[in-house]
Nanobody
């Protein structure tokens, strides 16, 4: 069964860093793109970053470019999201999700989702 489990969220001060992990099981990263999404209370879910299968091409939302880095460790079947220079507006539940092969701008293309991990950026 396809499963995604996020971890690494927590409370961090503005300017701090966190690394989120998305551990995949039931499928290989060779065949699935992994995206990171986030949703803050009262706001729409938004795509944050994505890494495609095969070529490993990465994508970032403009709001996080230069601050967040997505990467993968195929041996561990895990995708990471390194978040630096965190801002209060980064506060949200972060989800990872899997799409077939390529990244997409559309949430519906991601068929499997993790349970989410809370990231809170506050003093």
């Amino acid at each position: 069964q396809v499963q995604l489990v996020e971890s690494g969220g927590g409370l961090v001060q503005p300017g701090g860093s966190l690394r989120l992990s998305c551990a995949a099981s039931g499928f290989t990263l060779d065949h699935y793109a992994i995206g990171w999404f986030r949703q803050a209370p009262g706001k729409k879910r938004e795509g944050v970053s994505c890494i495609s299968s095969g070529d490993g091409i990465t994508h970032y939302a403009d709001s996080v470019k230069g601050r967040f880095t997505i990467s993968r460790d195929k041996a561990k079947n895990t995708v990471y999201l390194r978040m630096n220079s965190l801002k209060p507006e980064d506060t949200a539940v972060y989800y990872c999700a899997a799409a077939h092969s390529v990244c997409s701008d559309y949430d519906d293309d991601f068929g499997s989702w993790g349970q989410g991990t809370q990231v809170t950026v506050s003093s």
